[in-house]
């Protein structure tokens, strides 16, 4: 088939090189010039494991292309929508401007017959808007809405091989040309047995937003329950785990530590939130106020816990911090909780120097008053404390024995219990970590 992707953010992007993959001829289409060039050069604009090798393979069969003129879209019999949805400034709401634009792009382009395909994480509501406006602008062009849940660090696997499709289709008899048209699209995948759900716009838009709610709401409670720990000197690793046992609840989402950040959970609870409120329904989702505070609070907490083992004072201690992006195998720092974190030390008094295998370019262009350094010994020499933000392997497989021979003082903060706190303890280090017992 011929597709157009419109956005090539990391969805976007990633999408597109996907789709020449299932056997397509695609073409991705971004207003920013340097991405185009970038992704025309085969190189990845974004770090993510194993995408610029996709990239390569899928630019080589002459199947794939990037331009910044979405006229290029024209021919396409399936258009998808990649663009971003940030939070408002100064409001819990998602700012529909990119959604809004690349559809009225593509307006010029579009043919009856022709399928939009929006990707991106909108308010419930927003799919059946734009396809009223389709459908009078190009009669006989269709919208249907098809939630993306890859994953950072993990994006090309879970586009080409996702968990489960869902169709957020239009009602009536539109509903199966536009199914034909996204089962043609996703033919490999389909015929695998990927689960697939099919439904209507509002399903399918409230299917992303109530994913990662939920997955932020299972965060927190980890989170909830740290800080019961520390109330009460139980040890909420052993917990996780022993609760994580139960089939019904389950290990996986249930790591304690420094919280969520990133450029969706946090937004995403919080664009949920304020549509609720628009709906009359803002009661149904109040707790994830009290999920979004926990979050919160874990970055503070973080904060008091260096300045307690750095004997009660943060003025003028050396404190390294590994890790500065929001999750390890990503360069992404949006609402980083480690720099966060490394902002709030250096604030007060502390001399802050963070490293991170992937995201040091980024956070410096987003935080240049904070100090970097490219390994971990050199953030770490002659530092008061360590601590470890963000979990890569490269800091879990740190050898504490020889680590400790570049600090000043043999102190290291466990922000996401990813050490091995016995094998830290034994090599001499004093180790905390959030929720559990000083080592
Ligand atoms: C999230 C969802 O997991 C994806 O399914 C979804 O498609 C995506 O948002 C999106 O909306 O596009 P992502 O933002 O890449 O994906 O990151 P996650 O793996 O969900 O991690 C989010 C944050 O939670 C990170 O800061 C991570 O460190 C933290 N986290 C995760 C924990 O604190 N504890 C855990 O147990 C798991």
């Known amino acids: 088939?011929?597709?157009?992707?419109?956005?090539?953010?990391?969805?976007?992007?990633?999408?597109?090189?996907?789709?020449?993959?299932?056997?397509?001829?695609?073409?991705?289409?971004?207003?920013?010039?340097?991405?185009?060039?970038?992704?025309?050069?085969?190189?990845?604009?974004?770090?993510?494991?194993?995408?610029?090798?996709?990239l390569?393979?899928?630019?080589?069969?002459?199947?794939?292309?990037?331009?910044?003129?979405?006229?290029e879209a024209a021919g396409a019999q399936v258009h998808f929508v990649c663009v971003g949805t940030p939070q408002k400034y100064g409001e819990y709401a998602a700012d529909l401007r990119y959604v809004e634009a690349a559809v009225e792009s593509l307006l010029g382009v579009l043919e009856p017959g022709e399928l939009v395909v929006g990707k991106s994480t909108v308010p419930v509501g927003t799919a059946a808007r734009l396809a009223e406006l389709v459908g009078e602008k190009v009669p006989g062009a269709l919208l249907a809405w098809n939630p993306e849940f890859l994953r950072e660090g993990f994006a090309v696997q879970d586009t080409l091989c996702p968990d489960r499709l869902v169709y957020g289709l239009p009602a009536g008899p539109d509903a199966v040309t536009a199914q034909r048209l996204l089962d043609e699209v996703y033919a490999p995948v389909v015929a695998r047995g990927t689960p697939k759900v099919v439904t209507d716009h509002a399903t399918a838009e409230m299917v992303k937003t109530a994913a990662n709610s939920f997955l932020a709401t299972k965060i927190s409670f980890i989170n909830a329950m740290a800080e019961l720990c520390e109330a009460t000197g139980a040890d909420v690793v052993l917990l996780a785990d022993a609760i994580g046992h139960d089939e019904r609840i389950g290990r996986r989402f249930l790591n304690a530590g420094l919280g969520f950040g990133g450029g969706c959970l946090p937004k995403d609870i919080r664009a949920?939130?304020?549509?609720?409120?628009?709906?009359?329904?803002?009661?149904?989702?109040?707790?994830?106020?009290?999920?979004?505070?926990?979050?919160?609070?874990?970055?503070?907490r973080m904060v008091e816990l260096a300045r307690e083992v750095c004997d009660g004072s943060l003025l003028g201690r050396r404190i390294a911090v590994l890790g500065a992006a929001f999750k390890p195998d990503s360069d992404d720092i949006r609402d980083s909780p480690a720099l966060n974190v490394a902002a709030q030390l250096q604030l007060q008094g502390a001399v802050v120097r963070v490293t991170d295998p992937a995201a040091v370019a980024n956070a410096r262009r987003s935080w240049p008053q904070l100090d970097y350094a490219d390994t971990p010994e050199e953030a770490a020499a002659g530092a008061d404390a360590v601590l470890l933000l963000t979990e890569w392997s490269q800091y879990r497989a740190l050898d504490p024995h020889a680590f400790g021979r570049v600090v000043a003082q043999k102190r290291v903060l466990d922000g996401r219990n990813a050490l091995d706190r016995d094998g830290w303890t034994a090599a001499g280090w004093t180790y905390r970590a959030l929720g559990r017992r000083a080592g």
């Open 272 to 300: 949920f939130m304020a549509r609720a409120g628009e709906l009359g329904a803002d009661q149904a989702l109040t707790f994830l106020k009290e999920v979004d505070a926990i979050n919160m609070r874990r970055r503070t």
């Open 56 to 71: 390569q393979r899928t630019l080589a069969t002459g199947r794939l292309r990037f331009t910044t003129d979405v006229t």
């Open 1 to 54: 088939m011929e597709i157009s992707v419109v956005g090539c953010g990391y969805l976007g992007a990633v999408h597109a090189a996907a789709m020449t993959e299932l056997g397509h001829e695609v073409v991705g289409v971004d207003v920013d010039e340097a991405k185009v060039a970038a992704l025309s050069g085969a190189r990845a604009p974004f770090y993510e494991p194993g995408f610029e090798a996709l």
